[in-house]
């Protein structure tokens, strides 16, 4: 295959491509762009989400025909390796994968090291809970990342790709395993790349799924057949990496951006999103949100606009209360500091970070001290072990969580846990470590009252916590009997027509009372 064969088979399957989405009818072109009909998509702007539920993912012939592969033409015709690099470090594409470093400063280290071998690995571990979006791109437009892979091996002189997926994600896999056999037939992978003395091949490697082998180190540890911890850092990774030679690391989304950037320009790209984070983000929106899906916004779009425009608000019209962002990395943001913008300096300056892109809408009835537990057990069953701030402190403070959440906390154990998040954050070896204790930190400075109430008053405020809420009967009651007639532990007492009382101290909390009440007359309190 050369540039020019390249062109023609895009000339060719355009057309094709478009006569299919006609009769599909879930399209429509704006400025010489399919894009998703509908109200969902209206204020989304779609880079690296750009050909999903548009192209067939197993068609390279459909990638091709919106402009796939044309990027990594032109630049081994048309650029050296200095020139792409400059152009990536101009766009100021920021990693999306967490922690927000430049693709180009990264690529442009990796560059100068002189090494008989570099690689690059793509980082689809995709462990935060809830978190999808890797995993959509490489479901439905495979060929992106292997066009961005092959863009970083050629600008930082890298021969070998690494695709580090988990292999919970058996569709993607199939889907990866397709188009690289795709792309290689059509001489887009392999040895003599569009017929230029370029080589690059790309292999999979299945990851058996634990949050930790998403970090770089750990992940590097993992592809060279040992188990997958973190190590220590001694050099970068741009200069020692796997196997001690040079090596980029990129998430998927990063790398999905990447052929874009160069087919439409960096002035293009550094015209979407803000000056510090040019571009888009794509977020798993999910929680109490009446449209939960994945949703690609420009940076610094507020999150209200997220929640509210896009998500359509919250579910059963409750009142908004938090919006978890980061994962478990990550932190809560309260309802005041809801007009946000969603990037990555404002987040950080707000106590919580984008992530991955994990965001979590709360309601009145979600309690933070229970959500601050939820995602500490996760570290908790995720850590390593290595080092003991960690794989100790985590559960320490999991326990004294526990404690508040089941309502034997003391208002001591909150200056207990703040202590445990210093030293946990500081002195873990791996970002899981140095970053479990944010969704503590986080609710304890925006929502402290709760946790207050939950060791002084022994009460959860949301009537979340299980072990602290009492069932009531108001005075609403009708005497239907109803509820008395479904309480598994007869607790329930009253006549017909009367009032019915509950006997809190046999209460089991099943809840089974305030569901059947016809009249809505049992409350949690
Ligand atoms: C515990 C932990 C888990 C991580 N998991 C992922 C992951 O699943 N995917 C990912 O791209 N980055 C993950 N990262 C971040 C990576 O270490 C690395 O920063 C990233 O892959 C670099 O790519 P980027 O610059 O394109 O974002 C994780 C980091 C930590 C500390
Ligand atoms: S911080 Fe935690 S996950 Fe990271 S190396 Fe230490 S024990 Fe392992
Ligand atoms: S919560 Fe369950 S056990 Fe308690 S009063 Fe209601 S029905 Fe009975």
């Not at 089991?508 to 305030?514: L, V």
Request: with cysteine; aromatic share 6%.
């Amino acid at each position: 295959m050369t540039l020019e064969k390249l062109q023609e088979l895009k000339e060719k399957s355009r057309p094709v491509l478009e006569e299919r989405l006609k009769e599909e009818d879930n399209t429509e072109v704006k400025d010489g762009n399919f894009i998703l009909k509908g109200d969902y998509y209206r204020k989304q702007t779609r880079i690296a989400l750009r050909n999903c539920e548009i192209i067939r993912p197993e068609s390279i012939e459909e990638y091709i025909a919106l402009d796939g592969y044309t990027a990594l033409g032109k630049m081994l015709t048309e650029m050296k390796p200095e020139d792409v690099i400059n152009t990536m470090v101009e766009s100021n594409l920021r990693g999306r994968g967490g922690a927000g470093f430049p693709a180009g400063r990264k690529w442009a280290e990796a560059f100068k090291y002189d090494s008989d071998k570099k690689y690059v690995i793509c980082n689809a571990d995709e462990g935060d809970p809830g978190a999808f979006m890797d995993r959509s791109i490489l479901e439905g437009d495979p060929h992106s990342v292997l066009e961005g892979m092959a863009i970083a091996g050629y600008a930082i002189g890298a021969d070998q790709g690494f695709i580090y997926v988990r292999a919970e994600y058996p569709l993607a896999v199939k889907r990866l395993k397709e188009a690289i056999e795709q792309a290689k037939e059509y001489g887009l992978l392999g040895n003599n790349i569009l017929g230029t003395d370029f080589n690059f091949d790309i292999e999979l490697r299945l990851g058996a799924g634990a949050f930790v082998c998403g970090e770089g180190t750990a992940l590097m540890e993992s592809i060279e057949g040992r188990r997958g911890m973190p190590r220590t850092k001694i050099y970068r990774t741009a200069q020692k990496g796997l196997w001690q030679k040079p090596t980029v690391i990129n998430n998927v989304e990063t790398l999905a951006n990447v052929p874009v950037i160069f087919q439409r320009g960096v002035d293009w790209f550094r015209g979407i999103g803000t000056e510090k984070s040019p571009g888009t983000k794509v977020f798993a929106l999910v929680g109490k949100v009446k449209n939960a899906g994945l949703v690609e916004v420009p940076m610094g779009m507020p999150l209200r606009e997220i929640v509210f425009d896009i998500g359509g608000g919250v579910a059963d019209d409750k009142a908004i209360k938090a919006v978890q962002t980061g994962g478990p990395s990550g932190g809560c943001i309260p309802v005041e500091l809801l007009d946000t913008p969603v990037d990555f300096e404002s987040l950080a300056k707000i106590g919580s970070i984008m992530g991955s892109g994990g965001m979590v809408v709360m309601d009145e009835t979600d309690c933070m001290v229970d959500i601050a537990r939820f995602f500490l057990d996760f570290t908790v069953d995720e850590s390593c072990g290595k080092c003991v701030p960690c794989r100790e402190g985590t559960k320490r403070m999991l326990e004294l969580l526990q404690k508040v959440t089941s309502g034997e906390g003391t208002i001591e154990d909150i200056a207990r846990m703040e202590s445990l998040a210093e030293t946990i954050s500081s002195a873990s070896l791996c970002g899981l470590g140095q970053t479990a204790a944010n969704p503590v930190t986080s609710t304890l400075h925006y929502f402290r009252e709760e946790f207050e109430a939950h060791v002084k008053d022994k009460k959860c405020p949301a009537g979340a916590c299980q072990a602290l809420l009492e069932y009531y009967i108001t005075d609403k009651c009708i005497g239907c009997t109803k509820c008395a007639r479904n309480c598994p532990a007869s607790c329930i007492d009253g006549k017909v027509k009367e009032r019915h009382i509950i006997d809190i101290d046999r209460c089991i909390k099943c809840g089974n009372c305030a569901s059947v009440c016809p009249v809505g007359a049992v409350i949690k309190r």
